[in-house]
């Protein structure tokens, strides 16, 4: 069973929908599979004929409005950027899609060919709701790279209980929640504020599930929750 709550506030002011992939059984141990990985090579062509430069990209509809929300929320998107707007400038600048695991790399595909951000944590190192929710500042986050920060207020972040998970909304993951080559259940949330998504969020994280099976023979479960769903409280996910 799991909890996701989202902070009344947050829920109001985007008119939040999310889409939740949960998944058990998975097998990330071993290097990433060649078909995978040329995935990863092909989605990069695509997102670098798509988007010929960074002032192109920012032209875009989907990156445009992530940076309009992060700087609701007092950060500077042109210095913290949101996770699809970092990943596709790696992509454009000519380097290749990071190979981080079987797992990791089954979701920045369609992450990238959807531009909807995706995240996500090892569920066996979580033991609490997970809350996307406001800040009150001074809360301390260790980033995957193990270095040590504070959140500031008003910070819209995710959280377990009075663990920080996520810092600026999707911007960087904790450590200690991190998805690694020992992760055999997970969860994946990506977010459609303000009707950016609604076409393809179904789509995205159909597409990351048949991933997950295939790559990582993970039994998987796909969840979309409304704004009527997150609005109305604390949802529950079966999970098993």
Same mark, same amino acid.
């Given at each position: 069973?799991?909890?996701?709550?989202? @902070? &009344?506030?947050? !829920?109001?002011?985007?008119?939040?929908? =999310?889409?939740?992939?949960?998944?058990?059984?998975?097998?990330?141990?071993?290097?990433?599979?060649?078909? =995978?990985?040329?995935?990863?090579?092909?989605?990069?062509?695509?997102?670098?004929?798509?988007?010929? @430069?960074?002032?192109?990209?920012?032209?875009?509809?989907?990156?445009?409005?992530?940076?309009?929300? *992060? /700087?609701?929320?007092?950060?500077?998107?042109?210095?913290?950027? #949101?996770?699809?707007?970092? +990943?596709? /400038?790696?992509?454009?600048?000519?380097?290749?899609?990071?190979?981080?695991?079987?797992?990791?790399?089954? *979701?920045?595909? #369609?992450?990238?060919? *959807? =531009?909807?951000?995706?995240?996500?944590?090892? $569920?066996?190192?979580?033991?609490?709701?997970?809350? +996307?929710?406001?800040? %009150?500042?001074?809360?301390?986050?260790?980033?995957? %790279?193990? !270095?040590?920060?504070?959140? *500031?207020?008003?910070?819209?972040?995710?959280?377990?209980?009075?663990?920080? $998970?996520?810092?600026?909304?999707?911007?960087? %993951?904790?450590?200690?929640?991190?998805?690694?080559?020992?992760?055999?259940? =997970?969860?994946?949330?990506?977010?459609?504020? +303000?009707?950016?998504?609604?076409? @393809?969020?179904?789509?995205?994280?159909?597409?990351? &599930?048949?991933?997950?099976? /295939?790559?990582?023979? !993970?039994?998987?479960?796909?969840?979309?929750?409304?704004?009527? %769903?997150? /609005?109305?409280?604390?949802?529950?996910?079966?999970?098993?």
């Amino acid at each position: 069973m799991i909890e996701i709550d989202v @902070s &009344a506030e947050i !829920a109001e002011k985007y008119e939040l929908q =999310l889409g939740v992939v949960v998944a058990t059984n998975v097998n990330n141990t071993g290097d990433i599979p060649e078909e =995978l990985l040329e995935e990863g090579i092909s989605t990069a062509k695509k997102i670098r004929m798509e988007n010929g @430069s960074n002032e192109a990209l920012l032209t875009r509809k989907e990156i445009a409005i992530w940076r309009e929300i *992060y /700087k609701g929320f007092k950060t500077k998107a042109s210095k913290y950027n #949101p996770t699809v707007e970092a +990943l596709m /400038k790696r992509l454009i600048k000519g380097h290749e899609l990071p190979a981080i695991s079987k797992a990791v790399n089954a *979701y920045f595909i #369609p992450e990238l060919n *959807y =531009l909807i951000p995706m995240g996500g944590y090892d $569920l066996s190192k979580i033991r609490g709701k997970i809350t +996307l929710r406001t800040s %009150d500042g001074d809360e301390r986050f260790v980033g995957l %790279d193990g !270095a040590e920060s504070f959140t *500031y207020s008003d910070e819209v972040i995710y959280a377990e209980d009075d663990k920080v $998970l996520t810092r600026r909304w999707n911007f960087r %993951d904790a450590q200690f929640s991190a998805i690694d080559q020992n992760t055999n259940q =997970l969860i994946l949330i990506s977010e459609n504020p +303000l009707d950016l998504y609604n076409e @393809s969020m179904a789509n995205m994280i159909e597409e990351t &599930a048949n991933n997950l099976q /295939k790559y990582c023979q !993970a039994t998987t479960l796909t969840f979309q929750l409304s704004k009527e %769903d997150i /609005k109305n409280g604390q949802i529950t996910i079966q999970a098993s």
